[in-house]
């Protein structure tokens, strides 16, 4: 198994443009997870989903994120417009059913918003 | 909502100690006990979860205990080693997954 994949690795930004950072699960996980992870506010969940429904986005800070997810196979997370204080590794993660189970992280974003 | 502490934020011991690293939590309908140790550069991985209907769990050299009456949870590490160095986060779950804020675990040889 491919793991929990994300893209791109790394973005590097200008303050204002649009970022959209993507997600495959692994195969047959019906929950995923968007986290951001920054030295100041450690790791925090941005937005749960299971079964491609939007659960929890009570961590999305403000309006400027927003997350989706088409199909089981597949998220976005979108930040638009992007602002300085957005730089964070974004974290993906997924887990065989909700949040009582192992979460399988991916790689992350390093994002950075100059 | 959940708030998860934990402590100490470095520890650094020598090879062979064991290092002891505790949480603690808020809502008293949280369940779900996970540590994720992160190294340097690296995605957070599992090592060990509990869950509240159990009060002690070990595997090989890594044992948690949960005391669900104190809302307090630890991370024991035995013999430690140098590969064991890495940042590690416990989180607490009863509707929403809250990690603490992270343990910086060095272990000189």
């Known amino acids: 198994d491919a793991g929990v994949i994300q893209s791109p690795r790394h973005e590097v930004t200008e303050m204002g443009q649009e970022v959209t950072l993507r997600c495959k699960p692994i195969?047959?996980?019906?929950?995923l997870f968007w986290y951001r992870q920054t030295m100041m506010r450690g790791l925090e969940l941005l937005i749960y989903?299971?079964?491609?429904?939007?659960?929890?986005d009570s961590g999305m800070p403000e309006d400027r994120f927003s997350a989706k997810m088409p199909n089981a196979s597949f998220s976005t997370l979108k930040i638009q417009p992007s602002e300085p204080r957005d730089s964070a590794v974004y974290f993906c993660?997924?887990?065989?059913?909700?949040?009582?189970?192992?979460?399988?992280f991916g790689p992350g974003t390093r994002l950075t918003v100059l | 909502g959940e708030n998860v502490e934990q402590h100490p934020s470095t520890l650094s011991v020598q090879e062979g100690d064991s290092a002891v690293i505790k949480c603690t939590y808020s809502?008293?309908?949280?369940?779900?006990f996970p540590w994720y140790k992160q190294e340097l550069g690296k995605r957070p991985q599992l090592i060990i979860d509990?869950?509240?209907?159990?009060g002690e769990k070990k595997d090989q050299r890594i044992a948690v205990t949960l005391n669900k009456t104190a809302k307090h949870f630890s991370l024991h590490i035995t013999e430690t080693q140098p590969e064991d160095s890495a940042v590690y986060f416990c989180?607490?779950?009863?509707?929403?997954?809250?990690f603490g804020a992270g343990t910086r675990l060095t272990v000189k040889p």
């Open positions: 809502d008293s309908a949280s369940n779900y």
């Open positions: 509990i869950r509240s209907n159990v």
């Open positions: 989180a607490a779950t009863p509707n929403d997954m809250r």
């Open positions: 989903f299971n079964n491609n429904v939007p659960i929890d």
């Open positions: 993660a997924s887990s065989l059913s909700g949040r009582y189970n192992e979460q399988f």
């Open positions: 195969s047959g996980h019906n929950s």
